[in-house]
C-alpha cells in the first residue's frame, strides 16, 4: 500500500494556505502515485489537521488564515466524498448513528471524516450541532440511533458533555445506545471517558466504525 509521507503532509497544509485549487492539486498528485482514498482521509487530511493545531496554538498563522485553511481542506473532503461513497448504498447495515458537535469546535472536519466513515459501511449517519437542549431532544426521541459520537477536542466540549450524556440517556429511543468519545483530550487521557459516562472509545474514524459495529451487532444478537 502506497503510504503518505510527513513531507506529503506538509505539502498539503501549506497549499490549503494558498487556494483550493493548491490544495486539491496535492492530492490529485498522491492519487496518481496510487494513495488511495482511506489513507488520503486518514494519514493526509487527518494529518493536516493535527499540523493545524500547532500552528493555531503558536499564532503561527492568524485566526482569519487558519479558518480559511481549514475551509478549504474542508472543501477537498467534500470534493473526495463521491468517490469516497461511491459504493456505500450496496453495504446498507441497517444501523444509524448521530455525531455531535460541540458549537466551540473550531471546525467539523473531524466529524464529517467519521460519517465518512460510517456511511461508507453502510450506517445511516446524522450530523448535529448542539446549539440548543431541546433541539437534541427532539431528535434523539423521533429517530432511532446506535451509536452517538462525539469529539472531546476542548475543556468546553468536555463539560458540556458532563450534561449531555445523562440527557442523552435519557431521551433515546434506543435505552441501548452505545456512546463513543474521542479527539485529543481523550487521547491524552482515556480514564475522561469513564468518567463522563461514555461507553466506547474511538481512535480514527476507520477503527471507530469497525469499533461501533462490533458492539452494536453484538448488542442485537442479544436481543
Avoid at 482514498?37 to 494529518?47: D, K, M, P, R, S
Avoid at 461508507?120 to 437542549?133: C, D, M, T
Avoid at 471507530?208 to 451487532?217: F, T
Wanted: with cysteine.
Amino acid at each position: 500500500m502506497v503510504g503518505i509521507a510527513a513531507d506529503d503532509v506538509g505539502a498539503l497544509a501549506l497549499a490549503c494556505l494558498q487556494d483550493q485549487q493548491s490544495a486539491m492539486a496535492v492530492v490529485d498528485n498522491w492519487t496518481q502515485r496510487g494513495v488511495d482514498l482511506e489513507t488520503i482521509y486518514l494519514q493526509g487530511i487527518a494529518g493536516v489537521c493535527q499540523a493545524f493545531g500547532p500552528w493555531w496554538q503558536e499564532d503561527s498563522v492568524d485566526f482569519a488564515t487558519a479558518t480559511l485553511a481549514s475551509a478549504r481542506l474542508q472543501a477537498v473532503l467534500y470534493e473526495l466524498s463521491p468517490l469516497f461513497l461511491e459504493h456505500a448504498n450496496e453495504n446498507t447495515n441497517g444501523y444509524s448513528a448521530l455525531l455531535l458537535r460541540c458549537p466551540a469546535s473550531q471546525h467539523s472536519i473531524g466529524s464529517f471524516m467519521l460519517g465518512e466513515f460510517f456511511k461508507r459501511s453502510g450506517w445511516s449517519v446524522r450530523h448535529l450541532v448542539l446549539e440548543n437542549e431541546s433541539q437534541t431532544q427532539r431528535l434523539l426521541q423521533s429517530e432511532w440511533f446506535d451509536v452517538v459520537g462525539y469529539s472531546l477536542c476542548s475543556n468546553v466540549c468536555l463539560e458540556l458533555a458532563r450534561s449531555l450524556f445523562p440527557h442523552i440517556r435519557r431521551h433515546c429511543r434506543n435505552q441501548s445506545v452505545q456512546i463513543m468519545v474521542g479527539g485529543p483530550l481523550v487521547s491524552a487521557n482515556p480514564a475522561i471517558a469513564t468518567e463522563i459516562g461514555a461507553d466506547l472509545i474511538g481512535g480514527d474514524a476507520r477503527d471507530a466504525q469497525r469499533l461501533a459495529l462490533r458492539y452494536v451487532a453484538a448488542q442485537a444478537c442479544i436481543r
